[in-house]
């Protein structure tokens, strides 16, 4: 069977679980079904690493990664745009030009969009250049300000102001946090406490339990602002970070049924197998940032939706019966720079590590070569 006569699976979003969905896929039906990636962006954007790069000079080269020869077979990557999604066919905008749209049909739809976040958390250009450009414009401005804020203490904003700190010595920077301890209380008070500890260590200025206004911060954040918070604390700032504020990308799927999202968070429903909540659409999955299961939005969590999705995808061409996803216990991994941090492990009901295991497991190396790997991608040296 040649692959124009093959029936298409298509992944919808080319992130964290989208990657893993489509290489498996490909692995083990690229015998009887094309495996088809869109995805707008050239390069994939290795989040996790991205608070790296705005204090690093090249880093950026290891954290975008070609999606070009992530298939080892005949899969094909179709940069382009969804449009709308149809019960079995998904039209797509190539180039960004409406006037050049293909319609694709599909046996399979795995839908795994993502979500927007601000740089360096996500990054939002299409191509490699842009993107380089956006970084070094945040390094070079880091690297100029005297005063940072950094508005969020959850993973993002922890992180960031652990490379900015453990890097330049010399900077006041203040990072406000709504809440009275760090990241929110789904995690220990330990663990809480250790890594505002280790913030403090490296002079960084904590404000908890305020808030500001974000409105005053401009849209890259590269312009020095004076904001209040709602305690009258007044922060002078060169540069701002604003790293809360993670919205899902799900507005293709009110192309195809609006019902499909849930009222106030925009978030996909989906059931237990990751089928998306409404039988007309058993042949459409949902993976990632995207779904309303309610756990944390982690890359690792996106792995195991992807895991499944593969196993229920396959159980559908072979007339298997369906697995459900179970979400695990908490696991987060939070680096100080490269050599201090905390995180909470699913083993004993929950325990608590500090920067030693932290710096082992994540902080020396963010796991970017596991990356290149899972993209079939080799790093120029």
Known sequence: MNSSQKPNVVIL???????????KLEAALHKTHQILLIERKTHFYHAVAGPRAVTIEGFEEKIMIPYDH???FDGKVIHAIATSIRQREITVSLDGDNNNQRNIPFEYLIIATGSSYPRPGKMEA???FDAVKQIAEQRNAIKNAKRILIVGGGPVGIELA??????????QITLVHSEKSLLNSKYPQKMRDMLADQLKELKVNLVLGERVDLTSISTDGLTPVTLETNNNRVIESDIQFVTIGSKPNTEIIKTLDASLLELNTNLVKVKPTLELDNDNYDRIFAAGDITNIQETKMAYRAGLHAEIIVKNVLAKVNNNRLVDYKSPPELILVTVGKKKGAGLLPMFGGKVVGSFM???IKGKSLFIDKYWKSLNAKQEK
């Open 13 to 23: 979003g080319g992130g964290y679980a989208g990657i893993a969905i489509a290489t």
């Open 70 to 72: 992530m298939f080892k």
């Open 126 to 128: 299409d191509n490699k």
């Open 162 to 171: 652990g490379e900015i700190a453990s890097v330049y010595q010399n900077k």
């Open 358 to 360: 932290i710096k082992g």
